[in-house]
């Protein structure tokens, strides 16, 4: 079955730089990755996915790049705000809907 | 539009006790998920419904869980007896359709005494 890793676990940064989270995925056969945001007694929400017919999504702050032959997939948030802290999760998914999270990594965005 | 309701938020019972969470997902989706998520842990899925049949049921532990969505919309999922190793939150999500966007209910956070 697929097997997701996600990178760092913690993450700290100053408000207004950037934060960058990587996950990889063990199942050639994912086409689907999903981001989700969850705040402390929160459900996930989903942020942002991407396809594996897609290399690279954003919406205006965040984007996704999905590198399929490394499988590798990035999450990127730029200019952070306080109201980012959060625990990301990301999460990948086959054709049979066997989706899979990583473990999670807090990031704290310090004013 | 709602989103995936579910109930209770909250449940306190002494272990050997049986508990039941309901899940209402959002309307016209007919894949519902059950996934449970220990703390500092990404959500683990637990039973995935098409409909009314369970399509993957793997990793539900079925000496002490079950689950039903009778009518292919609500759900609810049981433990008998629940043990302390059961604490933990239980979300329910739901989407359209295979490799569509999953969304998630509050979730149920379940206290074992």
């Known amino acids: 079955g697929e097997n997701v890793e996600q990178h760092p676990s913690t993450l700290s940064v100053q408000e207004g730089d950037s934060a960058v989270i990587k996950c990889t995925y063990s199942?050639?056969?994912?086409?689907?990755f999903p981001w989700y945001k969850q705040e402390l007694g929160k459900r996930p929400q989903l942020i942002i996915d991407?396809?594996?017919?897609?290399g690279e999504k954003k919406d205006q702050r965040i984007a996704v790049t999905l590198n399929k032959t490394a499988k590798h997939f990035s999450l990127h948030i730029t200019e952070t705000q306080p109201e980012d802290s959060a625990v990301y999760f990301c999460?990948?998914?086959?054709?049979?809907?066997?989706?899979?999270f990583g473990a999670g990594t807090r990031l704290t965005v310090k004013p | 539009e709602a989103g995936v309701v579910q109930s209770p938020r909250y449940k306190i019972i002494e272990k050997k006790q049986p508990v039941a969470f309901w899940c209402n997902p959002i309307?016209?989706?007919?894949?519902l998920y059950w996934y449970l998520q220990n703390l500092g842990q990404g959500p683990e899925l637990l039973i995935r419904?098409?409909?009314?049949?369970?399509?993957?049921d793997s990793q539900l532990p079925k000496d002490r869980f079950s689950a039903e969505r009778l009518k292919g919309v609500d759900s609810t999922l049981k433990i008998q007896p629940a043990e302390l190793g059961d604490s933990a939150v239980y979300l329910c999500?739901?989407?359209?359709?295979?490799?569509?966007?999953?969304?998630f209910g509050p979730g149920t956070r379940l206290l074992v005494l």
């Open positions: 999460a990948a998914s086959n054709w049979n809907n066997d989706m899979r």
């Open positions: 199942d050639s056969a994912s086409n689907y």
């Open positions: 999500a739901s989407s359209s359709g295979a490799t569509e966007a999953q969304y």
């Open positions: 309307s016209g989706h007919n894949t």
């Open positions: 419904y098409e409909n009314e049949e369970a399509v993957d």
């Open positions: 991407i396809r594996s017919n897609v």
